[in-house]
């Protein structure tokens, strides 16, 4: 893809088609929510999924350097090929390459731990209604504690992706890239206090303030 004319405000390199969906719900639809101004963006898949994001964000990209005025770079812990490290460390080592490759203070990475799933877990019955589980008995979490998915005292799934999975199997519903697009256009946020999402939340806040009527 090539932009042409004025620069675009973000670019954005993440692993795969669930998470390009989940940001452009995010980014076209939710923007009063997350308190910024409306946007021009473009989201790219690396075709090497985490590890691409991690080792080649740079190399990806660097000829968009001059095309927008700020890159953000997303992907997993879980099977990026550096377990070992912490998030934060995974996120520093990126944005430290992304600023020797022409991103100077414009760039940033957002590592999801263990994943994107980790974001679909909230107290909302948009959740239950998107995974196929609305009137369902038992109701979602009960099940999930049940099939010991989830411990009796714990906001979120141990596994949260496999958790996803196991609803949308016992719900008999296809996944799709899309149900994570409309859980970001229906679940509300304020509450959620994943540090990931956090982070993304103050990067976008701090590069587009929403403009004051």
């Known amino acids: 893809m090539t932009t042409k004319g004025p620069a675009k405000d973000l670019v954005v390199l993440v692993a795969d088609k669930n998470t390009e969906f989940a940001l452009k719900g995010l980014l076209t639809r939710r923007t009063h929510a997350l308190r910024i101004r409306p946007i021009t963006f473009d989201v790219f898949v690396h075709i090497e999924r985490d590890p691409g994001c991690l080792r ?3 190399d ?3 000829p968009h350097s001059t095309r ?3 890159a953000l770079v997303m992907f997993d812990r879980d099977g ?3 377990e070992h490290k912490e998030r934060v460390d995974l996120e520093q080592q990126v944005e430290e390459q992304l600023a020797q490759s ?8 957002v590592v999801l731990d263990p994943e994107l ?3 679909v877990w909230s107290d909302s019955p948009h959740v239950e ?3 196929g589980w609305s009137n369902r008995v038992p109701g979602l979490r009960s099940w999930l504690v049940n099939s010991g998915l989830l411990g009796e005292s714990d906001v979120k799934p141990r596994d949260p992706k496999l958790a996803v999975e196991e609803a949308l199997r016992v719900a008999r519903k296809p996944r799709s890239s899309n149900l994570y697009q409309q859980l970001a256009l229906s679940v509300g946020f304020e509450s959620c206090s994943d540090a990931a999402f956090q982070k993304l939340k103050k990067l976008l806040n701090t590069w587009f303030p929403a403009v004051s009527t």
Do not use: K, M, V
């Open 60 to 62: 990806f990209l660097r």
């Open 56 to 58: 080649r964000a740079p």
């Open 102 to 109: 022409g991103w100077d203070n414009r760039s940033a990475a």
């Open 117 to 119: 799933e980790i974001w």
């Open 68 to 70: 927008y005025n700020h």
């Open 80 to 82: 990026c090929g550096q």
């Open 129 to 131: 209604t998107t995974l």
